[in-house]
């Protein structure tokens, strides 16, 4: 579940993904749900930290966590701006040193000390619970860590986006390195298996080679929606962008 040594790299090999786009979808709904401007903001699985640099530019105090040491160490260089996978205006960057704070944690037994007013889950996280006790825990330790009437908005990707995927075999490269994606969709589990084997440039002419094995779940948005209801939240809606679902719920006023 947790990447290692491709975090080094991870950026450098997504730069395709519609974070902008996604961004969008997260304000807009943080404006109609009356979000208020320097709110405190969780970013479950905040790998790199794209989406907390972004939160933190438009003035929210963010809290990111994640369950890997390697992707928190790049959003932290992120934050001041070097090495691979940092991005964005030294403006964002300095705006991220103040209101951004990283801390390793499992978003499926997580506790804060402090609660937020919203917190977000994107690109794929939730994707990687994979069975029904997983999802549960990890919506009820979102709905803990918010106030009363706090949002949450998560991403899913549906079981057609896996299937248009199925048993094939990806490769990119860059300055950074090579990697081959093997890609296995079994249906009767509904678990996609990603098997990454990726080549880094150590800076000298050399290459190392590293492996790493992912798995995804589909869950179906019935389900979903039938997890938050028991979670606590309420006022469930979907948004679909492309590939994926975008949920969001509101926790009940205590």
Known sequence: ??????????????????????????????????????????????????????????????????????????????????????????????????????????????MLNEKCDAAISICDTMNYMLDEDDMRSALKSLYNALNAGGVLIFDLKSEEFYESLGEATFTDENEYGTYIWDNIYEKDERNNYYYLTFFIDNGKGLFRKYTEEQVQHVFYPDEIKAFLKDAGFRDVRLTECEERTFYTAVKEDQ
């Open 1 to 110: 579940m947790a990447y290692k040594e491709f975090a080094k790299v991870y950026d450098s090999f997504m730069d395709n993904v519609p974070y902008d786009k996604w961004f969008d979808i997260i304000l807009n709904t943080f404006r109609e749900s009356n979000v208020k401007d320097g709110a405190r903001v969780l970013d479950a699985g905040c790998g790199t930290g794209k989406m907390s640099s972004r939160l933190a530019g438009e003035g929210y105090s963010v809290i990111g966590i994640d369950i890997s040491d390697e992707m928190l160490d790049e959003a932290r260089r992120r934050t001041k701006g070097s090495g691979p996978n940092s991005s964005g205006t030294s403006a964002i960057r300095v705006a991220a040193r103040s209101r951004i704070e990283y801390r390793e944690a499992d978003i499926r037994c997580f």
